[in-house]
C-alpha cells in the first residue's frame, strides 16, 4: 500500500538554527499538508499546498516558516530560525483531491528537538 | 468546523466489541463525521466516515445517530494493537477547506 514517507525521523537542533524536514507524499496526490503534535497536545494544522501555492494556513505558520515542492516527490517544512516552542512531533499528510470528504494519509512523523 | 465531544478515555478487553461515542450536537446538514486514530508514536491514521447511513469497511462500523447529533464508532474485536486516540472530526462537505480539526480524542486502552 502506498505510504507517506518522512525524513529524518528525528532531528534535534540548535536555538536559532533553520532546519528543514522532508515529506514524500504518496505519488499520485495533489494536495499536501504540515500538521505538528507538542509532545501530550492536540494535533494542529500548519499548512496546505496545492498547484504550488499555499491554499490554507494557521496562526501558528509565522514568517519563520515555509513550505516548497522543490520536485515532483518532495514537500519540505522549512523553520527558519528554531524557538523552543517548535520543538514537536511534524507530520507531513497528502490526499488525492482535497474534498472534505477526501481521506488524508500521515506520515510517521519527524520529531523536532530545539535545544 | 462544528464542535465534537468524546468521553477522555475508555477501556476494553481483547476480542470484546467497543463502541466509541462521539457528540456533535451543532452539526450542520453538509457535516461528513469523520474518524482518525493515532496509534501511539505515529501519525494519525483514517478509520472510516459517513453522512447519514451506517457504514461499515474493514476497520470499523460506523452508526449515526438519526438525527445526527451523535455517531458511535464500533471496533467489533478489539485487538491489542487497536490501542489509540480515537478521533472524531466533522467535515463541511461543501466548505472544501483542507484541513483536519483535531480534538483532544479518546484514548482507548485494550487488556488482554
Known amino acids: 500500500e502506498p505510504e507517506v514517507t518522512q525524513t529524518p525521523s528525528h532531528q534535534v537542533t540548535q536555538m536559532g538554527q533553520e532546519v528543514i524536514l522532508r515529506c514524500v507524499p504518496i505519488?499520485?496526490?495533489?494536495?499536501f499538508y504540515w500538521y505538528r503534535q507538542i509532545l501530550g497536545q492536540k494535533v494542529e494544522f500548519l499548512v496546505s499546498?496545492?498547484?504550488?501555492?499555499?491554499?490554507?494556513k494557521s496562526e501558528i505558520f509565522d514568517d519563520q516558516f515555509s513550505v516548497e515542492r522543490p520536485d515532483g516527490s518532495n514537500f519540505t517544512l522549512k523553520i527558519r530560525s528554531t524557538k523552543l516552542e517548535d520543538s514537536a512531533m511534524y507530520f507531513c499528510?497528502?490526499?488525492?483531491?482535497?474534498?472534505?470528504?477526501?481521506?488524508?494519509?500521515f506520515g510517521p512523523g519527524t520529531r523536532l528537538t530545539v535545544l | 468546523d462544528a464542535k465534537t465531544t468524546q468521553p477522555n478515555s475508555m477501556e476494553s478487553n481483547e476480542e470484546e466489541p467497543v463502541h466509541l461515542p462521539c457528540n456533535h450536537s451543532?452539526?450542520?446538514?453538509?457535516?461528513?463525521i469523520h474518524w482518525y486514530r493515532q496509534l501511539p508514536s505515529q501519525g494519525p491514521e483514517y478509520v472510516i466516515h459517513?453522512?447519514?447511513s451506517n457504514v461499515n469497511n474493514r476497520m470499523a462500523s460506523l452508526a449515526i445517530a438519526e438525527d445526527r447529533k451523535s455517531s458511535t464508532l464500533i471496533l467489533h474485536r478489539a485487538t491489542l494493537r487497536d490501542a489509540a486516540v480515537y478521533y472524531c472530526?466533522?467535515?463541511?462537505?461543501?466548505?472544501?477547506?483542507?484541513?483536519?480539526?483535531f480534538g483532544t480524542g479518546t484514548r482507548l486502552q485494550v487488556f488482554p
Open positions: 451543532t452539526i450542520s446538514g453538509t457535516d461528513y
Open positions: 459517513g453522512l447519514t
Open positions: 499546498f496545492y498547484n504550488n501555492e499555499i491554499s490554507e
Open positions: 472530526i466533522l467535515r463541511d462537505r461543501f466548505y472544501n477547506t483542507d484541513k483536519l480539526i
Open positions: 499528510a497528502s490526499s488525492g483531491s482535497g474534498l472534505s470528504t477526501d481521506t488524508q494519509y
Open positions: 505519488s499520485n496526490h495533489l494536495y
